[in-house]
C-alpha cells in the first residue's frame, strides 16, 4: 500500500516569510509525527498527534512553530517567519498505534531558508 | 544527559562481515522500548528492528540482531554478513512508555555512519 507522503520534497524560501509542509499519513494510521533532522544530526521530536486527544507539542522549539492534523489523516506544518536556523529536513512518520508503535516515515521535505 | 549515546566514529566492515554498532540509552522509566533504523543516503527512514524493555529475548530481525544488555543499558544492534547495501546512516531510538505513552514520540541518537568495504 501508500506510504507516508510529504509535500513538497524541496521548499527555498526568504528569511521571514511564511511555511506549510504537508504530510499525509499511512491510511488507518491513529498516529502522527514530525521531527526535524539538521544537516549530519539525528532526528528532533517537535510534535505529536494520537487520535482525538491534544496533541503532544513538547518539541516545538518556538511559537512561530505550528501544526494541525485535519480529520484525523492529512497534517499541516507551518512555520512562520522563517529563520536561517529553520533550514532542515522535515520528516513526518505515522504509525498504527499497536504493537511495538513501529514509526514508519515520510521522504521528508528539505526546507532551506536563505 | 543524552538519553541515546552512539559515540562511535564512522565504522567501516568488509562486505560478508559481521559489525556491531553500539548504542547506551539513559532512563528511569521501567518500561521503555528500544529502534534501531537505516537511513541510506536517500534520505528514507528504514525500520530496522525492536526491542521492549521486557522481553526476555534478544531481538532479531533476518540480518539484524539487538544485542540487549539491560543492567548496562546497552542495545547494540549487529549486522550479519554485511552487504554493499547496508552502508547507509544507522540510528537509536528510544520510547519511554510509562513517562510518555506507548506510542509516543521517539528520542533518537546522533547515528553512526557505516560503510561496506567490496
Known amino acids: 500500500g501508500a506510504g507516508v507522503s510529504q509535500s513538497p520534497s524541496n521548499k527555498v524560501t526568504e528569511k521571514g516569510k511564511d511555511v506549510e509542509l504537508r504530510c499525509d499519513p499511512i491510511?488507518?494510521?491513529?498516529?502522527l509525527y514530525w521531527y526535524r533532522q539538521s544537516l549530519g544530526q539525528g532526528l528532533e521530536f517537535l510534535i505529536y498527534f494520537q487520535g482525538n486527544s491534544a496533541p503532544d507539542k513538547s518539541g516545538l522549539p518556538s511559537d512561530r512553530f505550528s501544526a494541525e492534523r485535519t480529520g484525523g489523516s492529512v497534517s499541516t506544518l507551518t512555520i512562520q517567519r522563517t529563520q536561517q536556523e529553520d533550514s532542515a529536513v522535515y520528516l513526518c512518520?505515522?504509525?498504527?498505534?499497536?504493537?511495538?508503535?513501529?514509526?514508519?516515515f515520510g521522504p521528508g521535505t528539505r526546507l532551506t531558508v536563505l | 544527559a543524552q538519553k541515546i549515546t552512539q559515540t562511535q566514529p564512522g565504522m567501516f566492515v568488509q562486505e560478508k562481515e559481521a559489525v556491531t554498532l553500539d548504542c547506551t540509552y539513559d532512563t528511569s522509566d521501567p518500561s521503555y522500548g528500544l529502534f534501531w533504523y537505516k537511513q541510506p543516503s536517500s534520505g528514507e527512514m528504514i525500520f530496522l528492528i525492536y526491542q521492549g524493555s521486557y522481553d526476555q529475548q534478544n531481538a532479531t530481525e533476518g540480518r539484524y540482531s539487538l544485542n540487549f544488555q539491560k543492567a548496562r543499558k546497552s542495545a547494540n544492534l549487529v549486522i550479519s554478513a554485511s552487504q554493499l547495501g547496508d552502508s547507509a546512516m544507522y540510528f537509536c531510538a528510544m520510547r519511554e512508555i510509562i513517562k510518555t505513552g506507548a506510542n509516543s514520540k521517539l528520542t533518537f541518537g546522533k547515528g553512526i555512519t557505516l560503510s561496506v568495504r567490496p
Open positions: 491510511s488507518g494510521h491513529t498516529a
Open positions: 512518520a505515522s504509525s498504527p498505534g499497536t504493537g511495538s508503535g513501529e514509526q514508519f
